[in-house]
């Protein structure tokens, strides 16, 4: 029961927070804190110990619905470590900042900011967790549900009209993929993706249960274009700007890199284990897409003056990362996809942090066109920017190095293996280079426009509250750990190493 | 076949660094100046223990001596030749990484003994310690890797490590940190650039092209099967791979590409322009970047592949060998060209630290001849050894032009040579050193550079690239020139820059390290016709080409090398110390009509602007177009304006059917019946 007590302690916390009276902050965000980041070290245990697929069942089998249980693999591994770590650091992180945002708001409740934030995250870990379509809806939708309260609630700007929007969005993407869900579950049977005997993996199960073609193509672009929505893809991305840029940063650094990049494992779990001879007819398009949101993501990036806006496009950029790694169906860019989730959370969270900090010391700073060499005055929230950036520009000493190599190797196997032409190889590996080549410009020119050079403008910036700042830090310096035990994360897929085989066998 | 000795210790060469810059790091939050003695003596264990390990090879050279191989992670590769590539953590000592660490840890060993006195009480010391000494740790890296995922990232810690350095003086308020002449514009791009400015440039330009190395290695790391440098050299499963390309016709184009990110590092042509304004970063860090670190990481790269490519491609077959000539005869082209085109740049420009830097990119083409070199010649050891001789003289003589300039900069707190004049006079140790360097920069013998450079020379012309030897002679002649010309100045009468009269001896702690360097340049260059020969046996044992045989140096060439290095290094010296003359203004005056050719040079051929208005503003073009006009106007407009405008008609048109009249109501139910029995009936 050790996957489930990585769910159930969170949540004794989340009661324990809703049943004691407001003005225990400070003990609300310890006790929320140290219990994710129990659950941090659970999986960090399992890291080092286990070698098998773990899972975990719930409930017996339910009959048309199938099993309940939580797995554990090299799959989601590097997602549980990076939702874990993150959603308990940010615990921390929102005390000053939510101090400042509820000061600002004219006041706010403790008690129902922790509550919402604690369910996001245990959600979030459900999802990671889940072995069966239904339950990974259900978590998502809970996921889905308390990121709006807390975007409505504490959010800047126009909130109500763009929780909303987000509201109504996101719900979309989980209508379509519940529908796919339907017609594939009531069809096969059951809802599972992973079952609790060998070989696990469902591989290659919406071919047989489906009869024909036609119908496990429909199944197959409703779930890829509600996870597609939810990633999200290049032309469903509009709603993602708006949310991660007007949420209350602690929940920015939650919503970007964490949930979002949750659709890339819906992928994984459902998509390339369910459907892959599906998912091989899609392959190019699904490449030319993740390119297109890769460049359209970094390029956007550029034009933003907003700090956290510019942050979201960068999330858009690089979940063009995950899928191109994911799409490419090689070991390598497989493995680099789920890694890159990692590094992404990593280094995006505490990009966040560091926006947070500037708005919080420099008085709702956001524009990047009025701050420049604050390098001098917050030199720890620079650190941990360069550590960021660095990180989802795939650099040293960041983990981001490896999970970049990983999805390189992965496209140009796929471009080589694949092509013969050489002017398509040509274009494609130009566009690789254009694609990975923005993420280090905008990277390096927004460091440079925050943090280098003259100030730009006479609004006094300090150093943000020493919780906020250190616990950044803390964060940040977490990608450098990461990189140094890279080896065990890619290690944990090793058992998968069949799953994988099939996947290639059916080419 | 080698025999192979395993050494624990070989690894604490890179790793006591790694440690060093994290101490150095976090110390100098309390006590800044004390991160500058970590960072030293972390660079001198690594150091001390270079010298073990290069005996070791000296003994036996067939040797290689590598650590314990510890497995790091396994991916399976279901399907593949090999089911699982295995990475592991371990250092490779043979002839050529043992070299070159020892140049690397020695020569960074006394940049930092001077840096310890250059940077004492910047504002960014403990910072400049933490990077500097990861920089250091990082080339070891690529140097003694044994694994080529390791290989990367110390090749991506570079670039890190010269980002940080390069912007060092971040806050931009300093021109003399600056690189270019204030309000200069060509084409109307501003070649006056600051510190943070050229942070990005060289990252993003380094960065980017690093996804070549990326694509190529790792192919070849996946298709060959292993991540284990020896187990490349002979590996059936990547002359397999090689001859899937060749036969497809991609190998050339497979081959460039996983070598731009060495030409990137390295500044050669067309990847070049960042390492030009580098020169932002303390003089400490260009003596860094241009002799031990950085832009020898791309020649190193190529000493370390090329006999890779040669002996994987011979076993690939004939189709194989003729695209891999190709390659060879395209980086010689490209290495030919920046050396000539480099040269033109040093020639007119008027900052020390400039000259030097359009210099070593420069020095770097003849390399990149000479290694290119080594594919199109019968005995490929020749190249290498060429190639790799510059690497070294160049490296010590490098180190030493750039450390003097830091304290050249230092006393007259301008960045131009002609506030220099008369420096000669007062700082005696510091402008002997300079004038030392530079003289083995000219290659005038007997100094280390020129027996490097003939040899380069030499091997270009054994390969039969006439065109490209002809433009050496040619570069070698502006070389002497140009190196001359900058320490000339310094000779030259001081009536109008008051600053020079102040000006004293650096302390002791900053000549003593480019003293030593610029005399190990002597002395190596008396040596060097002794050892040559043992140097090649060294250097070429454990690779997988042939040993020469032996070096014998044309003396044809040679004596053309003497006069050439002679003839313009005496001009020079003419010109600038026995007549005192600024001879450009002189010339510029005479004949106006080169006013455009000085313009052309010292724009640096207006590359710069060509690249500002080519890439940046078409790029800026795109993302404003598509932020501004394509993201709002089409897709947010579409979802949040068009799409729900439609939704609120639709819905307007279903409200306006329910008015509550019964009679409307009955119509609409009889024609809807009417329908379904025409349906029924199957009239429709």
């Given amino acids: 029961m050790i996957l489930l007590s990585t769910l159930l302690i969170p949540l004794i916390a989340i009661l324990i927070i809703s049943i004691f009276p407001e003005e225990n902050k400070k003990f609300f965000a310890y006790l929320l804190t140290g219990s994710l980041l129990y659950s941090f070290v659970v999986y960090m245990y399992m890291l080092f110990t286990y070698s098998t697929l773990y899972f975990e069942v719930l409930y017996g089998y339910v009959s048309s619905i199938g099993y309940f249980g939580l797995i554990y693999d090299g799959f989601n591994a590097p997602f549980l470590l990076g939702i874990a770590l993150v959603s308990s650091i940010v615990g921390l992180y929102s005390l000053p900042y939510m101090e400042h945002r509820f000061h600002e708001l004219g006041g706010g409740s403790w008690r129902s900011y922790y509550v919402n934030y604690g369910l996001f995250s245990v959600s979030m870990l459900g999802v990671a967790l889940s072995s069966n379509m239904i339950e990974f809806y259900i978590f998502l939708e809970i996921s889905l549900i308390t990121s709006f309260i807390l975007l409505a609630l504490y959010g800047y700007g126009d909130r109500i009209r763009i929780g909303i929007m987000y509201f109504i969005w996101t719900h979309v993407g989980a209508l379509l993929f519940l529908i796919g869900s339907f017609i594939y579950g009531l069809n096969a049977g059951s809802f599972d993706f992973i079952v609790p005997y060998k070989p696990y993996y469902m591989t290659g199960r919406g071919y047989e249960v489906l009869a024909p073609l036609g119908l496990q193509v429909i199944v197959f672009i409703l779930i890829f274009l509600g996870l597609m929505i939810k990633l999200p893809g290049f032309g469903f991305h509009i709603w993602l700007p708006y949310a991660h840029a007007e949420a209350p940063t602690p929940v920015s650094a939650l919503l970007s890199p964490n949930l979002i990049g949750l659709a890339a494992l819906g992928m994984l779990r459902i998509l390339v284990t369910l459907f892959p001879q599906i998912f091989y007819l899609m392959q190019n398009m699904i490449i030319v897409w993740a390119l297109i949101t890769m460049i359209y993501g970094g390029l956007v990036a550029l034009y933003q003056s907003d700090y956290k806006r510019f942050l979201a496009y960068s999330s858009i950029s690089q979940m063009g990362y995950i899928l191109l790694g994911l799409a490419t169906l090689t070991p390598a860019g497989v493995l680099g996809a789920v890694l890159h989730y990692l590094t992404h959370a990593l280094g995006k969270a505490s990009l966040f942090m560091t926006a947070g900090n500037i708005i919080i010391s420099g008085n709702e700073l956001r524009d990047i066109n009025k701050m420049g060499g604050l390098a001098s005055s917050m030199n720890k929230t620079a650190g941990s920017a360069l550590l960021g950036f660095l990180s989802i520009s795939g650099l040293p000493p960041t983990v981001g190095i490896i999970s970049k190599f990983l999805i390189v190797v992965g496209f140009a196997s796929y471009v080589i293996t694949g092509f013969s032409n050489i002017y398509l190889m040509a274009i494609l590996i130009l566009t690789a280079f254009i694609g990975f080549g923005l993420t280090l410009v905008y990277s390096f020119h927004t460091m440079r426009r925050i943090f280098f050079g003259l100030r730009r403008s006479d609004i006094e910036v300090s150093e943000a509250p020493s919780m906020a700042s250190l616990s950044t830090f803390v964060l940040a310096i977490f990608s450098i750990i990461f990189l140094i035990l890279a080896g065990y994360l890619i290690n944990q897929a090793h058992y998968s190493s069949d799953f994988m085989k099939i996947i290639l066998m059916m080419r | ?684």
Avoid: C
């Fill in chain 2, 1 to 684: 076949m080698s025999s192979v000795e395993i050494v624990w210790w070989i690894d604490l060469i890179w790793i006591i660094p790694f440690i060093g810059a994290a101490l150095a790091g976090l110390v100098g939050v309390f006590n800044k100046r004390f991160s500058g003695f970590i960072g030293v003596s972390s660079i001198f264990v690594s150091a001390l223990l270079t010298i073990p390990s290069l005996l070791m090879i000296i003994h036996d050279p067939s040797k290689i001596i590598v650590s314990p191989q510890r497995e790091w992670f396994v991916i399976d590769m279901p399907l593949a030749n090999t089911p699982q590539l295995v990475f592991r953590v371990g250092s490779y000592v043979d002839g050529l990484s043992a070299i070159m660490a020892l140049m690397v840890a020695w020569v960074s060993l006394l940049i930092s003994i001077y840096s310890l006195k250059y940077m004492e009480g910047d504002y960014g010391e403990h910072r400049f310690w933490l990077f500097f000494t990861f920089f250091v740790g990082s080339m070891l890296l690529l140097v003694l890797s044994s694994d080529l995922l390791l290989f990367i990232i110390g090749w991506e810690g570079t670039s890190l490590a010269s980002y940080a350095l390069i912007g060092h003086w971040y806050r931009d308020d300093d021109e003399i940190t600056f690189v270019g002449d204030k309000d200069r514009k060509a084409f109307g791009k501003s070649m006056f650039f600051s510190p943070s400015h050229s942070g990005v440039r060289a990252i993003v330009m380094t960065g980017a092209a690093d996804i070549g190395l990326l694509i190529g290695v790792g192919s070849m790391i996946f298709f060959g099967g292993t991540s284990y440098i020896p187990d490349l050299y002979l590996s059936s499963s990547l002359a397999s791979f090689f001859r899937e390309l060749a036969s497809s016709g991609v190998l050339t184009l497979f081959l460039f590409i996983t070598t731009l990110g060495a030409l990137a590092k390295s500044a050669q042509f067309p990847l070049h322009e960042w390492l030009v304004t580098a020169m932002t970063g303390p003089a400490s860090v260009s003596a860094l970047i241009h002799a031990a670190t950085m832009v020898k990481a791309g020649v190193y790269f190529m000493l370390r592949f090329s006999p890779i490519f040669i002996s994987i491609s011979s076993l690939a077959g004939s189709l194989a060998v003729s695209q891999t000539r190709e390659y060879f005869i395209i980086i010689a082209v490209l290495g030919g060209f920046t050396a000539f085109l480099m040269a033109t740049m040093a020639v007119v420009s008027r900052e020390l630290k400039l000259i030097w830097a359009f210099s070593t990119a420069s020095q770097i083409g003849y390399m990149f001849v000479a290694v290119a070199s080594s594919g199109l010649i019968t005995e490929p050891g020749l190249g290498i050894v060429a190639g790799f001789s510059h690497l070294l003289s160049h490296a010590v003589f490098k180190a030493a032009l750039f450390l003097t300039a830091g304290a050249f900069i230092h006393v007259v707190h301008s960045r131009y040579i002609n506030d220099m004049k008369g420096l000669a006079s007062f700082m005696r140790i510091t402008v002997f050193s300079a004038y030392l360097a530079a003289l083995s920069l000219a290659a005038v013998p007997p100094l280390a550079g020129f027996w490097s450079k003939d040899l380069v020379v030499e091997t270009a012309g054994i390969a039969g690239l006439s065109l490209i030897y002809v433009l050496l002679l040619f570069t070698a002649f502006l070389t002497g020139f140009y190196s001359l010309r900058a320490v000339g100045y310094l000779f030259m009468s001081s009536k109008e820059s008051s600053h020079v009269h102040e000006a004293h001896e650096a302390s002791p702690v900053m000549y003593i390290p480019y003293l030593i360097l610029a005399l190990s340049s002597l002395v190596i260059g008396f040596v060097w016709w002794f050892y040559i020969n043992d140097f090649a046996e060294i250097v070429l044992a454990a690779l997988p080409i042939e040993t020469l045989h032996e070096i014998h140096m044309d003396p044809m060439v040679m004596y053309m090398s003497i006069v050439i290095a002679l003839v313009s290094a005496f001009s020079s010296i003419y010109i600038y110390q026995f007549s005192k003359k600024e001879i450009y203004p002189v010339i510029l005056s005479k004949a106006p009509s080169l006013e455009f050719l000085h313009r052309f040079l010292y724009d640096r051929w207006f590359i710069n602007s060509i690249y500002y208005i080519v890439f940046v503003d078409s790029f800026t073009e795109l993302y404003k177009t598509l932020g501004r006009y394509f993201e709002h106007l089409v897709i947010d407009n579409f979802y949040h304006s068009i799409l729900t405008r439609f939704a609120s008609v639709v819905s307007r048109g279903f409200r306006s059917i329910q008015i509550g009249f019964i009679n409307i109501y009955l119509i609409a139910l009889i024609i809807g019946f009417l329908i379904m029995f025409l349906i029924g009936m199957g009239v429709i």
